[in-house]
């Protein structure tokens, strides 16, 4: 089992920026596929990037070169440095765990974070 919980977010003025955090715990080795989704109010759950245990990055369209996912692998974190951020980026973004490696094996999930509200607002 993998456990998420996910801090950093808050309220910031359209044109700011903020690092989201997330830090996993539970019994395992290593974790494979880390990411980043978000969901609005009325809207359903959306992709924003992912990463593996790499390094290898994918970004949804819209968020590519405002945003930056990264991770420590070692300390099982994970971030995302969200940069000129719009209103319409305001959502709860969630962490998310694709797979776990543990005992010789993988263990499938997906496992998530309670999620941190963001909000983009003068």
């Known amino acids: 089992q993998v456990h998420l919980v996910e801090s950093g977010g808050g309220l910031v003025q359209p044109g700011g920026s903020l690092r989201l955090s997330c830090a996993a715990s539970?019994?395992?080795?290593?974790?494979?596929?880390m990411g980043w989704y978000r969901q609005a109010p009325g809207k359903e759950r959306e992709l924003v990037a992912t990463?593996?245990?790499?390094?290898?990055?994918e970004y949804a369209r819209s968020m590519k070169g405002r945003f930056t996912i990264s991770r420590d692998s070692n300390r099982n974190l994970l971030y995302l440095q969200m940069n000129s951020l719009e209103p319409e980026d305001t959502a709860v973004y969630y962490c998310?765990?694709?797979?776990?490696?543990?005992?010789?094996?993988?263990?499938?999930?997906?496992?998530w974070g309670q999620g941190t509200q963001v909000t983009v607002s003068s």
């Open positions: 539970g019994m395992f080795f290593s974790i494979g596929v």
């Open positions: 990463i593996t245990f790499g390094g290898y990055s």
């Open positions: 998310n765990a694709k797979d776990y490696f543990d005992n010789g094996r993988w263990y499938s999930g997906p496992y």
